[in-house]
């Protein structure tokens, strides 16, 4: 950054440095150049005055002094009819040189000409005399091209000093710009004593000041469910594995009937799917959290997915007495099919967990009106209006001891959620308690 302001600065100070140059060397120029043609007005002042009373040898006598001057005389039908530097008869007519015309025309008229190489330019003045004829006064003058030249060596210096001291003013400058940036205290931008002169940078350290709250306040948040999801992961491994080890001991002190130790085996080995279960969805999670799953997206077939997670579900639901059905169309979606299956899979096992006996299940596949869309509807105990936001929460069971019994770990809803994000889409929840609940996971922006 101090680099840039650097150069900017030097940027401007030389372009402003030449351009000062130029405007300085035309304006006296200009200057010299109105003097030299007020000095020609005089001097042909003078001439024809001295002509009025010498007649044209008084021109001879000037010319003589002052050689810088050319003087002519030209009639008034143009012909030359004395030069103070050529041969007259020479000469060509002048009747359509442009100071002589306006001389002519107006009593008096001047012009300017640069030579054929441009190093030179010749002024003119010319004025009517009272018989008619016109005199003309010239000078030859050196251009502004071969005054800037003649000057080059100076100018150069000049620069070149002006250039050497904006470079240090620039390097000052540009150091003091920067200086309040680079004393910013980024992770406390409040403590701003050595700030204080700067008004302009306050609408920034506000900000920052802001934004690290705000971070403050988010990795405060992540931290504490970091906290809540490790003690409720080892609180729920806990419960399995205490009642493991106490039915193990049983066995072990010699407490249970030989007749009964299957029923506890039993036991043991419920507990120890639950562990599983809970295990596997917890790895689910944190692979969904951290977003580094090994899946590529490929075209799927909504209803067809939707199809093999109710095959897959067909015995648990016939134990509970629940009826599958699937309804919609065909629509090809382009998505991760694991992580969609584990949606739909949570979504219909919950619907025929908290379902009711002779109670239904039904998926739907549509377009609706931004995208794809998978209803999961079901006909089972409904969730009530306040816990219906909390549901997707991590752990958070509307009834804990129903969501256990129905072998369920609380994570289910958490890794849709997850998932359908991950997806893309999400999922949203209408219920009525008693009548039953419909899960929709919707895409947005994709038909
Ligand atoms: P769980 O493993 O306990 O089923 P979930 O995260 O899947 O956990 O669901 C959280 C809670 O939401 C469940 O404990 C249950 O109380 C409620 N719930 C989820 N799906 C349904 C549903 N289809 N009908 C009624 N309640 C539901």
Same mark, same amino acid.
């Given at each position: 950054?101090?680099?840039?302001?650097?150069?900017?600065i030097?940027?401007?100070a030389? /372009?402003v440095?030449?351009? @000062?140059?130029?405007?300085? #060397? !035309? $304006?006296? &120029?200009?200057?010299?150049?109105?003097?030299s043609? %007020?000095?020609?007005?005089?001097? /042909?002042?003078?001439?024809? @005055?001295?002509?009025?009373? #010498? !007649? $044209?040898? &008084?021109l001879?006598?000037?010319?003589?002094?002052? %050689?810088?001057?050319?003087?002519?005389?030209?009639?008034?039908d143009?012909s030359?009819?004395?030069?103070?530097?050529?041969?007259?008869?020479?000469?060509?007519?002048?009747?359509?040189?442009?100071?002589?015309?306006?001389?002519?025309?107006?009593?008096?008229?001047?012009s300017?000409?640069?030579?054929?190489?441009?190093?030179?330019?010749?002024?003119?003045?010319?004025?009517?005399?009272?018989?008619?004829?016109?005199l003309?006064?010239?000078r030859?003058?050196?251009?502004?091209?071969?005054?800037?030249?003649?000057?080059?060596?100076?100018?150069?210096?000049?620069?070149?000093?002006?250039?050497?001291?904006?470079?240090?003013?620039?390097?000052r400058?540009?150091?003091?710009?920067?200086?309040?940036?680079?004393?910013?205290?980024?992770?406390?931008p409040?403590?701003?004593e050595?700030?204080?002169?700067?008004?302009?940078?306050?609408?920034?350290?506000?900000?920052?000041?802001?934004?690290?709250?705000?971070?403050?306040?988010?990795?405060?948040?992540?931290?504490?469910m970091?906290r809540?999801?490790?003690?409720?992961?080892?609180?729920?491994?806990?419960?399995?594995?205490?009642?493991?080890?106490?039915?193990?001991?049983?066995?072990?002190?010699?407490?249970?009937?030989?007749e009964?130790?299957?029923k506890?085996?039993?036991?043991?080995?419920?507990?120890?799917?639950?562990?599983?279960?809970?295990?596997?969805?917890?790895?689910?999670?944190s692979?969904?959290?951290?977003?580094?799953?090994?899946?590529?997206?490929?075209?799927?077939?909504?209803?067809q997915?939707?199809?093999?997670?109710?095959?897959?579900?067909?015995?648990?639901?016939?134990?509970?007495?629940?009826?599958?059905h699937?309804?919609g169309?065909?629509?090809?979606?382009?998505?991760?099919?694991?992580?969609l299956?584990?949606?739909?899979?949570?979504?219909?096992?919950?619907?025929?967990?908290?379902?009711?006996?002779?109670?239904?299940?039904?998926?739907?596949?549509?377009?609706?009106?931004d995208?794809?869309?998978?209803?999961?509807?079901?006909?089972?105990?409904g969730?009530?209006?306040?816990?219906?936001?909390?549901?997707?929460?991590?752990?958070?069971?509307?009834?804990?001891?129903?969501?256990?019994?129905?072998?369920?770990?609380?994570?289910?809803?958490?890794?849709?959620?997850?998932?359908?994000?991950?997806?893309?889409?999400?999922?949203?929840?209408?219920?009525?308690?008693?009548?039953?609940?419909?899960?929709?996971?919707?895409?947005?922006?994709?038909?």
């Open positions: 950054m101090t680099r840039k302001i650097f150069q900017s030097i940027g401007v030389v /372009a440095l030449l351009g @000062s140059v130029l405007i300085v #060397m !035309g $304006v006296l &120029y200009s200057y010299f150049e109105e003097e043609m %007020d000095q020609l007005r005089n001097e /042909a002042a003078y001439a024809a @005055s001295g002509i009025e009373t #010498m !007649g $044209v040898e &008084y001879d006598g000037i010319s003589k002094q002052d %050689d810088s001057v050319r003087i002519t005389l030209v009639a008034a143009g030359v009819t004395y030069d103070s530097l050529m041969d007259e008869r020479s000469m060509e007519n002048h009747r359509e040189r442009e100071e002589i015309k306006a001389a002519v025309e107006k009593g008096e008229g001047s300017a000409r640069y030579s054929d190489t441009i190093d030179e330019k010749t002024i003119n003045y010319a004025l009517r005399l009272p018989d008619g004829s016109v003309r006064v010239s030859t003058q050196v251009s502004i091209w071969v005054l800037f030249q003649s000057m080059s060596q100076m100018i150069a210096i000049i620069l070149a000093g002006a250039i050497i001291l904006s470079c240090l003013i620039a390097y400058l540009s150091r003091r710009i920067v200086r309040p940036l680079n004393e910013i205290d980024f992770e406390h409040e403590n701003t050595n700030l204080a002169d700067y008004e302009e940078i306050r609408p920034l350290l506000n900000k920052l000041h802001l934004q690290n709250k705000m971070l403050q306040n988010e990795m405060d948040e992540r931290e504490k970091r809540e999801f490790t003690a409720n992961v080892s609180h729920e491994l806990k419960t399995p594995l205490t009642s493991i080890s106490g039915f193990a001991e049983i066995i072990q002190d010699g407490f249970v009937k030989q009964d130790i299957k506890f085996a039993g036991k043991i080995f419920d507990e120890a799917q639950r562990l599983i279960v809970l295990v596997g969805d917890v790895i689910k999670i692979q969904l959290d951290e977003g580094c799953l090994p899946y590529e997206e490929e075209e799927v077939d909504l209803f997915a939707a199809g093999e997670i109710l095959q897959r579900l067909h015995d648990p639901a016939q134990e509970r007495g629940v009826s599958l699937l309804e169309d065909h629509i090809i979606h382009q998505t991760v099919k694991p992580i299956e584990e949606i739909l899979y949570n979504l219909c096992e919950n619907g025929i967990k908290y379902n009711r006996e002779g109670g239904s299940v039904t998926v739907t596949v549509r377009r609706g009106e995208g794809a869309e998978i209803s999961v509807k079901d006909t089972g105990i969730i009530p209006k306040p816990q219906q936001e909390r549901i997707f929460e991590r752990f958070y069971r509307v009834d804990k001891s129903h969501s256990k019994e129905v072998g369920g770990t609380g994570l289910g809803l958490s890794i849709v959620k997850h998932g359908a994000a991950y997806l893309g889409a999400g999922v949203s929840v209408h219920s009525e308690p008693g009548q039953g609940s419909e899960f929709i996971l919707a895409w947005r922006g994709k038909k």
